[in-house]
């Protein structure tokens, strides 16, 4: 299945209807094995915990981590914790853990 992330990357809500929003560039990216179209320059923790635990929305967690590969020079691999983002790349693929043990 295929998701395009319409979310206003900045506010992480969709905009409002009728609202004028600038695009991105659309992209594929894997996140745990999955195809996701994502409009957007960069991506952060929780926005891909998003993507990839869709159930898990609005809940709490107490440990979220993020490895990746396939990323521009410079940020081509790494682990993402906290508020850090990455660029986002065609193909780039993410492998995403959340634990709600502490």
Do not use: C, W
Request: proline letters at 8%.
């Amino acid at each position: 299945m295929n998701d395009i992330d319409t979310r206003d990357p900045a506010l992480g809500t969709p905009p409002p209807s009728g609202a004028l929003v600038r695009t991105s560039t659309v992209r594929t990216i894997v996140v745990n094995g999955r195809s996701h179209l994502f409009a957007g320059e960069d991506i952060g923790p929780r926005d891909l915990a998003r993507l990839a635990f869709p159930e898990q929305e609005g809940r709490s967690y107490a440990a979220l981590t993020v490895a990746y590969e396939g990323g521009p020079l410079g940020a081509a691999s790494g682990l993402m914790t906290g508020s850090v983002k990455t660029p986002v790349t065609e193909g780039q693929s993410f492998s995403v853990s959340l634990t709600d043990k502490s």
